[in-house]
């Protein structure tokens, strides 16, 4: 099968994940690079989004192989791993903690951002706990976002700053409200990323919160209310395709799902989702 065809400048792409304690987590491929970047390719996907142990354990050169000879992009490299393996987390009270985070995700940036993709700060942002008062975490976290944002920029890329929903994080649950803390701390190497589930549980209008956040989008999850592939859950997401091109937006949208009811049956979906909404 060919690739997807694109719409007004948007990318295809589906997670692949390669660490085995987030197996139970919503990526759409667990069985494997190869196996993963080899179904992509055979559905049409443009890219693909890995979610690595580490940046000592990225498999650099079976990576840049694969993205050759399936004719992929790399859409985007997850920082998780830090969280999910070691507890790392950027808002931790113990400052050694906060700089160990800090150069897990430095040393993703370099890998990523040699292929040419950014890096995503979703779980690794952390949570405010303890003794830890708003004012400080989100200070912790402006200063660790600047510099890996500068870091991010030296290779071309920006940082991708997720929000989660509340049940996730106590720091950022909606987007204009990231939007504003980036304007505010003049972070101008971070762009948002946009996960349509997270938003489904906290935004009014998915829409209209995607519009009203314009240029500071860097990077979509397309995902369904249930966190399942688009189509599974209850999102409208013809009004969520009309907005991204309302404000230009010609990034991917990248499936972040549960691998249901099989890894490759989720990615059909969410691809063919796309061409019904999009005209991929």
Same mark, same amino acid.
């Given at each position: 099968?060919?690739?997807?065809?694109?719409?007004?400048?948007?990318?295809?792409?589906?997670?692949?994940?390669?660490?085995?304690?987030?197996?139970?987590?919503?990526?759409?491929?667990?069985?494997?690079?190869?196996?993963?970047?080899?179904?992509?390719?055979?559905?049409?996907?443009?890219?693909?989004?890995?979610?690595?142990?580490?940046?000592?354990?990225?498999?650099?050169?079976?990576?840049?192989?694969?993205?050759?000879?399936?004719?992929?992009?790399?859409?985007?490299?997850?920082?998780?791993?830090?969280?999910?393996?070691?507890?790392?987390?950027?808002?931790?009270?113990?400052?050694?903690?906060?700089?160990?985070? =800090? *150069?897990?995700?430095?040393?993703? @940036?370099?890998? &990523?951002?040699?292929?040419? %993709?950014? #890096?995503? +700060? /979703? $779980?690794?942002?952390?949570?405010?706990?303890?003794?830890?008062?708003?004012?400080?975490?989100?200070?912790?976290?402006?200063?660790?976002?600047?510099?890996?944002?500068?870091?991010?920029?030296?290779?071309?890329?920006?940082?991708?700053?997720?929000?989660?929903?509340?049940?996730?994080?106590?720091?950022?649950?909606?987007?204009?409200?990231?939007?504003?803390?980036?304007?505010?701390?003049?972070?101008?190497?971070?762009?948002?990323? =946009? *996960?349509?589930?997270?938003?489904? @549980?906290?935004? &009014?209008?998915?829409?209209? %919160?995607? #519009?009203? +956040? /314009? $240029?500071?989008?860097?990077?979509?999850?397309?995902?369904?209310?249930?966190?399942?592939?688009?189509?599974?859950?209850?999102?409208?997401?013809?009004?969520?395709?009309?907005?991204?091109?309302?404000?230009?937006?010609?990034?991917?949208?990248?499936?972040?799902?549960?691998?249901?009811?099989?890894?490759?049956?989720?990615?059909?979906?969410?691809?063919?989702?796309?061409?019904?909404?999009?005209?991929?």
């Amino acid at each position: 099968m060919g690739k997807a065809g694109k719409a007004g400048g948007m990318k295809s792409a589906v997670t692949i994940c390669l660490v085995p304690e987030a197996k139970q987590g919503p990526f759409v491929f667990h069985e494997g690079l190869e196996g993963g970047c080899l179904a992509a390719a055979e559905l049409g996907f443009d890219g693909v989004e890995i979610f690595p142990e580490s940046a000592e354990a990225f498999p650099s050169e079976a990576i840049d192989r694969l993205l050759a000879d399936c004719s992929l992009s790399l859409a985007a490299v997850g920082t998780g791993g830090g969280w999910i393996k070691h507890k790392l987390h950027l808002c931790h009270a113990d400052p050694a903690v906060r700089q160990r985070a =800090c *150069d897990f995700i430095a040393k993703l @940036i370099d890998v &990523a951002g040699e292929r040419g %993709a950014p #890096v995503i +700060v /979703g $779980s690794m942002q952390g949570t405010r706990a303890g003794n830890v008062s708003r004012d400080m975490a989100l200070d912790w976290l402006a200063e660790s976002l600047a510099l890996l944002g500068d870091r991010a920029c030296r290779h071309g890329q920006v940082v991708l700053y997720e929000p989660l929903n509340r049940y996730e994080t106590n720091l950022f649950n909606q987007q204009a409200a990231a939007a504003a803390f980036c304007d505010v701390r003049g972070l101008d190497h971070v762009r948002l990323l =946009c *996960d349509l589930f997270h938003m489904n @549980i906290e935004e &009014a209008h998915v829409p209209q %919160a995607l #519009v009203a +956040v /314009g $240029s500071r989008i860097g990077h979509v999850h397309w995902a369904d209310s249930n966190r399942c592939a688009v189509g599974l859950g209850h999102t409208d997401t013809r009004p969520v395709i009309a907005a991204l091109r309302s404000i230009g937006y010609e990034g991917f949208l990248s499936a972040e799902v549960f691998p249901l009811p099989s890894g490759m049956e989720a990615a059909r979906r969410s691809l063919e989702s796309l061409r019904v909404c999009a005209g991929f």
